[in-house]
């Protein structure tokens, strides 16, 4: 009997083409951001009223994650901005290869800030690089004030926490300050913001948080 | 659910590892887990099983080496040990602390007949 003693991480494969993506997207000068929730959170919506508010400040294209169907791309397309879909066919999460891929169809002349908006699940996306400069997890006030205590891994991983739906909080279980100790338990250097794509509260803030990332890029 | 995809990786680097006419060798490849990884031990082995079938290590089994979840705090230099993913030292409650431990996602050994 041998034994072959090797230290490898699993995910390097990942994390090469991740390396790979952030090469390109430096010799683009381009920022590009990692959108991550479960399904329903508000990633779309979010998007759409960043699009809109961002216009003539910051030009912006996206790539789409789903499951199946290209709805989303369909929907960022209305907003005039360069989109492509990747449909992972049963593929839980975008990987950096899938990534790299879709960068093929995609112009970014000009661009400043690229936002992939990942499939919508809780776990695996958390686990793969993509070559971003930051992960944002969006939590909505309709899921509660637990889920970071039970899903560490995407909280532990992104930088940015936004809580969306913040105008139902009313009428929904979730007890905000919670939330916050919750996700701040889990990672005490998150920041966080609060929005409503219904009533627009807190897009302003988020969009100067993104105007002074591509500014200082 | 990504423990398909992990399972492939798994596979992949075995054959990088290991000769062509010894990979019909391979019996046991020990995984490093870490507690808050985010991969169910239990799924990964199920996920491993049905795809080796397809390679000459048919056989092989996987052995999931458990790593426990530890923060060290950068205060008072205490080690907390969880299973949860709660970065709060347990000695003196502050929350700047690094984690040493427990998020990792690692193949270790490869043990050949």
Not at chain 1, 137 to 160: A, C, R, W
Not at chain 1, 172 to 199: M, Q
């Amino acid at each position: 009997m041998s034994v072959i003693t090797i230290e490898r991480k699993i995910l390097e494969k990942n994390y090469e083409i991740a390396n790979e993506n952030r090469k390109f997207f430096k010799s683009k000068k381009l920022k590009v951001i990692n959108i991550l929730s479960s399904p329903g959170s508000g990633k779309t919506s979010i998007l759409e009223k960043l699009i809109e508010e961002l216009k003539g400040k910051i030009k912006i294209a996206v790539i789409e994650g789903d499951v199946q169907t290209d709805f989303d791309a369909q929907r960022i397309e209305k907003c005039k901005v360069p989109v492509v879909q990747i449909v992972t066919n049963g593929g839980c999460h975008l990987d950096a290869g899938l990534v790299r891929d879709a960068l093929k169809n995609l112009n970014l002349d000009g661009i400043d800030l690229l936002i992939i908006e990942n499939v919508g699940n809780l776990v695996c996306p958390a686990g793969y690089d993509l070559g971003e400069d930051f992960k944002i997890v969006i939590h909505s006030t309709t899921e509660g004030d637990d889920k970071p205590l039970k899903y560490p891994k995407m909280f532990i991983n992104s930088q940015i926490l936004i809580i969306n739906k913040i105008d139902l909080l009313e009428y929904v279980n979730c007890n905000i300050e919670e939330l916050k100790k919750n996700a701040l338990a889990i990672n005490p250097k998150l920041r966080i913001f609060e929005t409503s794509c219904f009533t627009g509260q807190g897009m302003s803030q988020l969009c100067e948080w993104l105007i002074q990332l591509v500014i200082n890029n | 659910m990504h423990e398909l995809s992990i399972s492939q990786n798994i596979i992949e680097i075995i054959k990088e590892n290991v000769t062509e006419n010894e990979l019909s060798k391979v019996n046991k490849v020990i995984i490093e887990i870490g507690e808050v990884s985010g991969i169910l031990p239990d799924s990964l082995i199920f996920c491993f099983d049905i795809m080796k079938l397809d390679t000459p290590f048919s056989s092989a089994k996987m052995e999931i080496k458990n790593i426990p979840f530890v923060v060290l705090c950068n205060k008072c230099k205490t080690e907390t040990k969880n299973t949860t993913g709660i970065r709060i030292c347990e000695k003196c409650g502050n929350t700047d602390t690094e984690i040493i431990s427990g998020t990792e996602m690692k193949i270790t050994e490869i043990e050949l007949n």
